[in-house]
């Protein structure tokens, strides 16, 4: 079959109409607004971790301690009487960015196996610290008792989940933007240079190992604020937010959607939440069994994930000169 070519106009369009089709499901799905919610904080964790892993070519296994890191951060401010939800996210991305640059040069120095295994070994001590802290942190009980206040003073966190689906796709787009600004700069560039071929960046001049470390520690900033949209949006916050099953997780949203795509992560999140509620509802006792038979089919057949599948049949024309 002929490939379809688009132009860079048709292909801002695309764009538009996805970002417009997921705000049209708050009055087309009003009573799956929380599941929507969960759908875009995670698609924009998976887009941190693409930062890191697709991008820069970092392979780490550890980026819930960072998920995890918002969430504690922004629900602990909300409990002790600071609910304001912008500053929170704020405190949230700084926490997080912070963790990640401190660890990153652990990570950026290793070989791939070394780093996951750091990688992992931080998620691991993360959430043993959690639990320890059970006084702080409400440990295997999780965070309760956070007062999160109207987003803008106005708009207070309803039952329904309008409240929060709004202000979820609202933050998601600002910080989707942000991430595509920094991929397409010259930073970005250079981390695709690192990537294909780090020997021959290094040869050029290019400081490899700070732009690693600016890198991860942007991927860690953008997923504390995934998590602490999480905390915000449901005002709880479970210990297994920084577990390694989250880590996991996020890594098969990842690679279903498809790595080094800037919508990879994205349409990953929304396939697989989906799925992943459908064969719930569907077989409540067997539901894991059907998602993986579909998550290793969809692997298989759609080399490069879904966004792979679908870049092999779209090619983007060239602007005339």
Known sequence: MKAIVLSPAQLRLAEIAFWLAIASSFFLAPDHLTLLSQILIFGLFAVALDM???????LTLG????FGAGAYTAGLLARHG?????????AALVVAGLLGYVLS???????????????????????????RLSGITGGTDGLQGMSVSPVFGVFEFDLFGRTAFCYALGVVLLMFLLVRLALRSPF??????????????????TPVASRLRMAYAFSAAVAGVAGALMAQTTQFVGIESIGFNRSAEILIILVLGGTGRLYG???GAIVYMVVHDGFAD????????????????AVMLGRGGIMGALSRRIRIKEQAR
Request: glycine share 14%; charged share 10%.
């Open 52 to 58: 890191a892993l697709g991008y820069a070519g970092i």
């Open 63 to 66: 980026h819930a301690a960072f």
């Open 82 to 90: 600071w609910g304001e939800p912008f500053s929170g996210l704020l």
């Open 105 to 131: 040069y652990l990570i950026v120095r290793g070989a791939d196996l070394t780093r996951l295994m750091i990688t992992i070994g931080v998620c691991v001590l993360s959430y043993e610290l959690a639990n």
């Open 188 to 205: 970005g560039l250079a981390l695709r240079g690192i990537h294909d071929n780090r020997k021959r960046m290094m040869a050029i001049g």
């Open 265 to 267: 992560g994205l349409v």
């Open 282 to 297: 569907m077989n409540p006792q067997y539901w894991m069994f059907w998602l993986g038979i579909f998550l290793i089919t």
